[in-house]
């Protein structure tokens, strides 16, 4: 595996700098001499990650009150209503919908905007510090704040496309169900983007100079130097910046909620929302029904992304 | 810095590569505009129809009145509290898991880091319930401590990534070199690996401080006190069934992001810094 990536690499180009072993004395180590290593997180994991996990687990095996309390073990009787449940299907669209779009444009954008960053021009120091801002503030807000920008009758967005004459009308970007999915979208790409470009921007900067330096020098072509060279050094950043992606976006639970509040039903929500709106705000009221939701979520996401690691062959970049 | 950058620097720099820039910047400030405009006025113009671009009334007093409001002070020192502790367990943590799994070969590796990606696909929306019956139990509910370990627990997994796949980007021979002048393993990461990795570490220091910053489901779950309760959960309460103060929530969520852009802009050169460039000749 490690002669893969070094295929990749820059290696076989013949303009990266020599490498000698890959293997050295470093490279072995007995399972024991892993625990000061590692001890830290695996107890910190294990506490606030771990234990949490089984208490779900238990909970979607239980029969609830309609007030919440414990009334006895339910088997798989919550996994079974929720398999059966009507709204099942169209939450899982939505979900699919909304995770592999808001992903793949995220990451687009998002390397154009790192290797924009990585540029030297007047200003960009401002453009850094304007970019990292939906980042920084916080989700439940930014969501609340464009509820209010996309807003039908007190929108700002509409006063604006109208006063252009972009649109005629004003448009229910939150109401009509062609533009609710589109509009929670593009609020997902806007609020991804910061994390995803400074992935990938500080992955971009982790790539020695020379070796570019050296393959210009050889005569290739920008473009070559780019799929040869830089795209193959940025794989582990990339690999960072879309799996962190995948799960963030999966579990983005503020801006669906919040952005899809007005509408009625599932017709817009995503397995997270089903899940919390199942014990909260659906007919059923079900705690239990929530929990195996919540349990399901984890194994799609789990899937997804396991699916995801073997498509790309994660082991190069793990075992670089 | 890449050769790209480099060569552009010799030029001079183009104009029209500021001109793409300010269209980002324009793009990404927008909404947060709005926002300091919808600070700017009266909570009734918030909501008025049609909307008007500029408030239609001033209001220049509403970040006063949010600074001077002693419970925001509790909340913003909470938040600075949480943030930072929770990035400086992470930071602990994380960089000897990272390095010694980029290093080495051990039984269990591959089931460590698939075990730590795992951990980060639960959401705490549905963790919750269980984290607040383990603290309850532990007599840890309203403390600052109970949601400083979790916000570094749920963060580790992307440290760990992000640093492992630093770490094994750095040639070997680095280290060889530093071990053949007598630095010992720790030594050698402390004087050696930590400065060549600084994009990642800042890169993580960033993120988990955001993360923990902007955490809201298990603030709002474990503290129930409202003056230890972080910014994220305290400032809804400006907004309420019963009371609209739209003009003090975004004016407080506006001083909530500055905090960060410091951090921000205190040690983001060093994300450009590109330290390995040399380093391999």
């Given at each position: 595996?490690?002669?893969?990536?070094?295929?990749?690499g820059?290696?076989?180009?013949?303009?990266?700098?020599?490498?000698?072993?890959?293997?050295?004395?470093?490279?072995?180590?007995?399972?024991?001499?892993?625990?000061?290593?590692?001890?830290?997180?695996?107890?910190?994991?294990?506490?606030?990650?771990?234990?949490?996990?089984i208490?779900?687990?238990?909970?979607?095996?239980?029969?609830?009150?309609?007030?919440?309390?414990?009334?006895?073990?339910?088997?798989?009787?919550?996994?079974?209503?929720?398999l059966?449940?009507?709204?099942?299907?169209?939450v899982?669209?939505?979900?699919?919908?909304?995770?592999?779009?808001?992903?793949?444009?995220?990451?687009?954008?998002?390397?154009?905007?790192?290797?924009?960053?990585?540029?030297?021009?007047?200003?960009?120091?401002?453009?850094?510090?304007?970019?990292?801002?939906?980042?920084?503030?916080?989700?439940?807000?930014?969501?609340?704040?464009?509820?209010?920008?996309?807003?039908?009758?007190?929108?700002?967005?509409?006063q604006?496309?109208?006063t252009?004459?972009?649109?005629?009308?004003?448009?229910d970007?939150?109401?009509?169900?062609?533009?609710?999915?589109?509009?929670?979208?593009g609020?997902?790409?806007?609020?991804s983007?910061?994390?995803?470009?400074?992935?990938?921007?500080?992955?971009?900067?982790?790539?020695?100079?020379?070796?570019?330096?050296?393959?210009?020098?050889?005569?290739?072509?920008p473009?070559?130097?780019?799929?040869?060279?830089?795209?193959?050094?940025?794989?582990?950043?990339?690999?960072?910046?879309?799996v962190?992606?995948?799960?963030?976006?999966?579990?983005?639970?503020?801006?669906?909620?919040?952005?899809n509040?007005?509408?009625?039903?599932?017709?817009h929500?995503?397995?997270?929302?089903?899940?919390?709106?199942?014990?909260?705000?659906?007919?059923?009221r079900?705690?239990?029904?929530?929990?195996?939701?919540?349990?399901?979520?984890?194994?799609?996401?789990?899937?997804?992304?396991?699916v995801?690691?073997?498509?790309?062959?994660?082991?190069?970049?793990?075992?670089? | 810095?890449?050769?790209?950058?480099?060569?552009?620097?010799?030029?001079?720099?183009?104009?029209?590569?500021?001109?793409?820039g300010?269209a980002?910047?324009?793009v990404?400030?927008s909404?947060?505009?709005?926002?300091?405009?919808?600070?700017?006025?009266?909570?009734?113009?918030?909501?008025a129809?049609?909307?008007?671009?500029?408030?239609?009334?001033?209001?220049?007093?509403?970040?006063?009145?949010?600074?001077?409001d002693?419970?925001?002070?509790?909340?913003?020192?909470?938040?600075?509290?949480?943030?930072?502790?929770?990035?400086a367990?992470?930071?602990?943590?994380?960089?000897?898991?990272?390095?010694?799994?980029?290093?080495?070969?051990f039984?269990?590796?591959?089931?460590?880091?698939?075990?730590?990606?795992?951990?980060?696909?639960?959401?705490?929306?549905?963790?919750?319930?269980?984290?607040?019956?383990?603290f309850?139990?532990?007599?840890m509910?309203?403390?600052?401590?109970?949601?400083?370990?979790?916000?570094?627990a749920?963060?580790?997994?992307?440290?760990?990534w992000?640093?492992?796949?630093?770490?094994?980007?750095?040639?070997?021979?680095?280290?060889?070199?530093?071990?053949?002048?007598?630095?010992?393993?720790?030594?050698?990461?402390?004087?050696?690996?930590l400065?060549?990795?600084?994009?990642?570490?800042?890169?993580t220091v960033?993120?988990?401080?955001?993360?923990?910053?902007?955490?809201?489901?298990v603030?709002?779950?474990?503290?129930?006190?409202?003056?230890?309760?972080?910014?994220?959960?305290?400032?809804?309460?400006?907004?309420?069934?019963?009371?609209?103060?739209?003009?003090e929530?975004?004016?407080?969520?506006?001083?909530a992001?500055?905090?960060?852009?410091?951090?921000?802009?205190?040690?983001?050169k060093?994300?450009?810094?590109?330290?390995?460039?040399?380093?391999?000749?």
């Amino acid at each position: 595996m490690t002669d893969q990536l070094e295929k990749a690499g820059p290696v076989t180009t013949g303009t990266g700098p020599r490498r000698r072993s890959k293997r050295t004395e470093t490279g072995y180590a007995s399972g024991l001499s892993a625990i000061p290593w590692l001890i830290v997180p695996v107890l910190l994991i294990a506490g606030v990650v771990v234990y949490p996990a089984i208490a779900l687990v238990q909970a979607s095996l239980s029969e609830y009150s309609i007030t919440g309390l414990r009334k006895g073990s339910a088997g798989f009787g919550n996994y079974t209503d929720i398999l059966s449940h009507d709204d099942l299907w169209t939450v899982l669209a939505n979900t699919g919908i909304w995770v592999v779009v808001v992903v793949a444009l995220t990451i687009l954008i998002g390397l154009g905007l790192a290797q924009f960053m990585a540029k030297d021009f007047y200003g960009r120091t401002v453009m850094r510090w304007a970019i990292i801002i939906p980042w920084a503030a916080s989700l439940v807000i930014t969501a609340r704040l464009f509820t209010l920008i996309l807003d039908y009758e007190h929108g700002v967005l509409n006063q604006l496309l109208v006063t252009l004459h972009l649109i005629g009308e004003p448009i229910d970007f939150l109401g009509d169900d062609t533009w609710v999915m589109p509009a929670m979208i593009g609020v997902g790409v806007f609020v991804s983007l910061p994390f995803t470009a400074y992935v990938l921007l500080a992955g971009l900067n982790a790539i020695p100079a020379d070796i570019v330096e050296a393959a210009r020098v050889d005569g290739a072509s920008p473009r070559k130097i780019y799929w040869h060279i830089t795209l193959p050094l940025l794989r582990p950043a990339l690999l960072v910046a879309s799996v962190l992606n995948l799960i963030y976006v999966f579990n983005s639970f503020p801006l669906i909620y919040t952005l899809n509040d007005r509408n009625p039903g599932f017709s817009h929500d995503t397995s997270i929302t089903y899940s919390y709106k199942l014990a909260f705000k659906a007919a059923e009221r079900s705690v239990g029904m929530s929990a195996a939701m919540g349990v399901l979520n984890v194994l799609l996401i789990l899937v997804v992304v396991l699916v995801y690691l073997r498509i790309i062959r994660w082991r190069e970049v793990t075992q670089g | 810095m890449t050769a790209a950058t480099v060569s552009v620097r010799k030029k001079a720099r183009p104009y029209y590569l500021s001109l793409i820039g300010l269209a980002i910047t324009l793009v990404f400030v927008s909404p947060y505009a709005v926002m300091l405009l919808d600070a700017l006025r009266p909570a009734h113009d918030v909501l008025a129809s049609p909307p008007s671009f500029l408030p239609r009334e001033w209001q220049w007093n509403t970040f006063g009145t949010v600074l001077s409001d002693s419970r925001f002070l509790n909340w913003l020192k909470t938040s600075l509290l949480v943030a930072i502790s929770s990035t400086a367990i992470v930071l602990a943590a994380a960089v000897p898991a990272a390095y010694f799994t980029a290093r080495f070969r051990f039984p269990g590796r591959t089931a460590f880091l698939l075990a730590v990606l795992v951990t980060q696909m639960f959401s705490p929306t549905s963790l919750v319930v269980g984290l607040y019956r383990q603290f309850f139990d532990l007599t840890m509910v309203n403390t600052y401590a109970s949601i400083i370990i979790t916000n570094a627990a749920f963060n580790l997994a992307f440290a760990i990534w992000i640093l492992q796949g630093f770490f094994a980007s750095i040639p070997r021979e680095v280290e060889e070199a530093a071990h053949l002048d007598g630095c010992g393993r720790a030594r050698t990461l402390w004087h050696v690996m930590l400065p060549l990795t600084l994009p990642g570490l800042v890169t993580t220091v960033i993120f988990t401080f955001i993360a923990a910053w902007n955490e809201y489901v298990v603030a709002l779950t474990l503290m129930s006190d409202d003056s230890k309760k972080p910014l994220t959960v305290g400032i809804n309460s400006y907004v309420t069934g019963y009371q609209q103060h739209w003009d003090e929530l975004f004016a407080a969520s506006l001083i909530a992001v500055v905090p960060v852009v410091i951090l921000f802009a205190l040690i983001e050169k060093h994300l450009v810094g590109g330290l390995t460039a040399g380093s391999v000749k």
